[in-house]
């Protein structure tokens, strides 16, 4: 069987303050910008993964999702609960002093952990978890 990731979706308030992030701190490309019924997704991905999209949706985005459910998920969205998402990076403690110095708010500093990995976390402009991780040299 062939199968490989294409899309995955991350929930978002601010599509601007997102893109800021996104494009301008982590160097993703725009690949498509979407308006539709009062809602906008934009699609970023890494120019070495052209295979591979992350799209920026809004909260709650299904139509069919009631007017409760989207305050349900806009409340969840601030708490920064919905979503997480893990990067993979040759160099943590750069990746890292690049997005602190972009005013991210930091959940955790460059750790080497027990699994063999070192890693860093913070939260997007929208409170979503994002962890970057390096890999021991032996696997790169």
């Given at each position: ?37 009062g ?9 070495l ?21 989207k ?18 990076t ?25 699994y063999?990995?070192?890693d ?21």
């Amino acid at each position: 069987m062939d199968l490989k990731l294409s899309q995955c979706f991350i929930a978002v308030d601010d599509h601007d303050k997102a893109l800021a992030f996104y494009r301008d701190v982590l160097g993703l490309e725009v690949r498509n910008d979407v308006a539709f019924e009062g809602m906008r997704w934009v699609t970023v991905g890494f120019p070495l993964q052209p295979g591979v999209e992350i799209v920026l949706e809004p909260p709650a985005a299904n139509p069919d999702a009631s007017p409760a459910d989207k305050r349900a998920m806009a409340e969840l969205l601030a708490k920064g609960v919905l979503r997480g998402v893990i990067f993979s990076t040759a160099d943590c403690d750069a990746l890292f002093e690049r997005v602190r110095a972009s005013g991210a708010d930091v959940l955790q500093e460059p750790t080497d952990q027990s699994y063999g990995v070192r890693d860093c976390a913070f939260r997007d402009p929208a409170g979503n978890l994002l962890r970057f991780k390096e890999r021991p040299a032996a696997e790169r």
